[in-house]
């Protein structure tokens, strides 16, 4: 029996045995619109549910909600949110394997994957959960005397949480953990392909007892309409987003229209540089799991493997054979290393890539085909480039498609990592660690992994720079993304 069996929601899809309520999240309870849109399985492109689609005015409904519920919410006592924070997260374990069929279910990744994902989704949730206790401000003597500076903090106010496919509960959990605890109110904004993660998310926070309005949530196929509605209204004070540096970028405008607080994770390109003295096995290893990981649909994927002369004939010998044992199929199936892409749109943009790449010089050491079968699979690729002066060069890949890269010289490997609009993450291999520090400092990325292909925990800063964003998720920064400076000047003689 699955531990949301017993949901109190008028429509419910079952999701590989497990209830999952297909409405919308507003002032605390589920409720169902006249249209729906379907939600695909991308492993077998058959329909896994139909939920509820939201218009703009279902946005301001919730926005509504989430205004309406700010100033209590705010008011809690950090003690008394804090252990409502507790309770969810043990809410959230116990539902485990829910979340990890779900996961799988509407977005593909192998199931070891999604419990992965859940594992760090929650820890976030649980780091939220401590820094409440946690938050300080500073008390001072006026400059001339005569009166105090106390400064402290106070939450945004309503925020817009919106949320990608590629890693849903994560996401989620990220934003709405940061948001929540900081004492903000949020409407959560679900991706298309993936609303049935986020909506048991949702339901886990009503029955852990999260007040009515104090998180909402919305899916909808008209995302437009919704940021069009919610950023137009002077009651939202913040804007959260992960997704796509062009969707981002257009949202920011919309913000500055009425001086909305924002925060912004976007795309990568992220350069692996693996350099003369490395640990060639464990460089390996890890650019396996940094590429192919979700089947490269993540923002901080390995982009651009670049790799020293004098180690690039033994890495791509090595990282070749790996790539070519990977098994691709179905997530629940056992022994899966990389599911499908999440559509047939983007199943066919990785072929146009590959033919792309192709044209322009580059050799294909392994896969390069798409996979037959009933969903959007593609063999995972492996491309040597002789130049680095192509088209693609500087596009965020997002595919199972790793592209090799050989240098002459660090100076060269640096430059070349640099050469891109963006600026999330990036990793260095080798076995000096004064160089390991030296190049790390002159990479223009707010992330550098070093001799590790895999870095997110809630312990640290997530986030990028250019291109790639604006603010931080997760460590000591996060929740302060959403609360605001207050100061109070107290006059005392
Ligand atoms: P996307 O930008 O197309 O969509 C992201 C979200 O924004 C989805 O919920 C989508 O429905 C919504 N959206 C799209 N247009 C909108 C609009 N006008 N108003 C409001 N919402 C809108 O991106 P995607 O293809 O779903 O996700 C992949 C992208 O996300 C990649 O570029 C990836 O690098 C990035 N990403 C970044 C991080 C990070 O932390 N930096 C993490 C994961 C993914």
Same mark, same amino acid.
């Given at each position: 029996?699955?531990?949301?069996?017993?949901?109190?929601?008028?429509?419910?899809?079952?999701?590989?045995?497990?209830?999952?309520?297909?409405?919308?999240?507003?002032?605390?309870?589920?409720?169902? @619109?006249?249209?729906? &849109?379907?939600?695909?399985?991308? !492993?077998?492109?058959?329909?896994? *549910?139909?939920? =509820?689609?939201? #218009?703009?005015?279902?946005?301001?409904?919730?926005?509504?909600?989430?205004?309406?519920?700010?100033?209590?919410?705010?008011?809690?006592?950090?003690?008394?949110?804090?252990?409502?924070?507790?309770?969810?997260?043990?809410?959230?374990?116990?539902?485990?394997?829910?979340?990890?069929?779900?996961?799988?279910?509407?977005?593909?990744?192998?199931?070891?994957?999604?419990?992965?994902?859940?594992?760090?989704?929650?820890?976030?949730?649980?780091?939220?959960?401590?820094?409440?206790?946690?938050?300080?401000?500073?008390?001072?003597?006026?400059?001339?005397?005569?009166?105090?500076?106390?400064?402290?903090?106070?939450?945004?106010?309503?925020?817009?949480?919106? @949320?990608?496919?590629? &890693?849903?509960?994560?996401?989620? !959990?990220?934003?709405?953990?940061? *948001?929540?605890? =900081?004492?903000? #109110?949020?409407?959560?904004?679900?991706?298309?392909?993936?609303?049935?993660?986020?909506?048991?998310?949702?339901?886990?926070?009503?029955?852990?007892?999260?007040?009515?309005?104090?998180?909402?949530?919305?899916?909808?196929?008209?995302?437009?309409?919704?940021?069009?509605?919610?950023?137009?209204?002077?009651?939202?004070?913040?804007?959260?987003?992960?997704?796509?540096?062009?969707?981002?970028?257009?949202?920011?405008?919309?913000?500055?229209?009425?001086?909305?607080?924002?925060?912004?994770?976007?795309?990568?390109?992220?350069?692996?540089?693996?350099?003369?003295?490395?640990?060639?096995?464990?460089?390996?290893?890890?650019?396996?799991?940094?590429?192919?990981?979700?089947?490269?649909?993540?923002?901080?994927?390995?982009?651009?493997?670049?790799?020293?002369?004098?180690? =690039?004939?033994?890495?791509?010998?090595?990282?070749?054979?790996?790539?070519?044992?990977?098994?691709?199929?179905?997530?629940?199936?056992?022994?899966?290393?990389?599911?499908?892409?999440?559509?047939?749109?983007?199943?066919?943009?990785?072929?146009?890539?590959?033919?792309?790449?192709?044209?322009?010089?580059?050799?294909?050491?392994?896969?390069?085909?798409?996979?037959?079968?009933?969903?959007?699979?593609?063999?995972?690729?492996?491309?040597?480039?002789?130049?680095?002066?192509?088209?693609?060069?500087?596009?965020?890949?997002?595919?199972?498609?790793?592209?090799?890269?050989?240098?002459?010289?660090?100076?060269?490997?640096?430059?070349?990592?640099?050469?891109?609009?963006?600026?999330?993450?990036?990793?260095?291999?080798?076995?000096?660690?004064?160089?390991?520090?030296?190049?790390?400092?002159?990479?223009?990325?707010?992330?550098?992994?070093?001799?590790?292909?895999?870095?997110?925990?809630?312990?640290?800063?997530?986030?990028?720079?250019?291109?790639?964003?604006?603010?931080?998720?997760?460590?000591?920064?996060?929740?302060?993304?959403?609360?605001?400076?207050?100061?109070?000047?107290?006059?005392?003689?």
């Amino acid at each position: 029996m699955s531990s949301t069996d017993s949901l109190d929601s008028p429509a419910v899809a079952l999701v590989h045995g497990r209830k999952v309520p297909t409405g919308l999240y507003i002032d605390g309870t589920w409720r169902p @619109t006249g249209a729906t &849109f379907t939600v695909a399985d991308p !492993a077998e492109g058959t329909a896994v *549910a139909e939920v =509820a689609d939201a #218009t703009g005015e279902h946005a301001l409904e919730a926005l509504d909600a989430a205004t309406r519920a700010q100033e209590d919410w705010g008011a809690w006592a950090p003690r008394a949110r804090a252990e409502l924070f507790h309770t969810a997260h043990q809410l959230l374990q116990d539902r485990a394997e829910d979340f990890a069929a779900v996961m799988t279910a509407e977005s593909g990744k192998p199931l070891a994957e999604s419990r992965a994902e859940f594992g760090l989704s929650i820890g976030f949730f649980r780091w939220y959960a401590e820094q409440i206790g946690h938050l300080h401000g500073t008390y001072a003597h006026g400059s001339p005397g005569g009166y105090r500076i106390v400064a402290t903090h106070q939450p945004v106010g309503p925020c817009l949480l919106i @949320t990608p496919w590629n &890693f849903p509960l994560l996401m989620s !959990a990220r934003k709405a953990g940061a *948001a929540l605890a =900081a004492g903000c #109110t949020a409407v959560m904004k679900s991706a298309q392909e993936t609303p049935l993660t986020g909506a048991l998310f949702v339901q886990t926070l009503h029955d852990a007892g999260f007040p009515p309005g104090v998180v909402n949530l919305l899916h909808t196929t008209t995302s437009a309409a919704i940021s069009d509605a919610v950023l137009g209204d002077a009651r939202l004070r913040k804007v959260s987003f992960t997704g796509s540096t062009g969707v981002g970028s257009h949202l920011l405008g919309k913000a500055a229209n009425n001086i909305v607080n924002a925060s912004m994770e976007l795309g990568g390109d992220g350069p692996f540089i693996v350099l003369d003295d490395a640990d060639v096995d464990l460089a390996v290893e890890q650019a396996v799991v940094c590429k192919f990981r979700n089947a490269g649909q993540a923002c901080v994927a390995a982009n651009r493997i670049i790799l020293h002369e004098a180690i =690039a004939e033994e890495f791509t010998e090595k990282f070749v054979a790996q790539v070519r044992k990977l098994r691709v199929g179905n997530g629940f199936s056992d022994g899966v290393d990389v599911g499908p892409i999440i559509s047939e749109r983007q199943r066919d943009r990785v072929g146009e890539l590959v033919a792309a790449f192709r044209q322009q010089g580059g050799e294909i050491l392994a896969g390069g085909e798409p996979v037959d079968g009933p969903g959007y699979f593609f063999e995972p690729t492996v491309v040597r480039m002789d130049t680095r002066d192509h088209t693609l060069c500087g596009e965020e890949l997002f595919a199972p498609l790793a592209t090799l890269y050989t240098v002459g010289s660090v100076r060269q490997a640096i430059e070349f990592a640099n050469d891109t609009h963006y600026g999330l993450a990036a990793y260095v291999f080798t076995r000096d660690l004064n160089r390991a520090v030296a190049v790390s400092e002159k990479l223009d990325f707010g992330m550098v992994g070093v001799n590790r292909g895999i870095m997110a925990d809630p312990a640290a800063p997530f986030g990028g720079v250019k291109s790639s964003g604006l603010g931080r998720e997760g460590g000591h920064d996060g929740i302060y993304e959403f609360l605001e400076p207050k100061y109070l000047a107290l006059t005392i003689d």
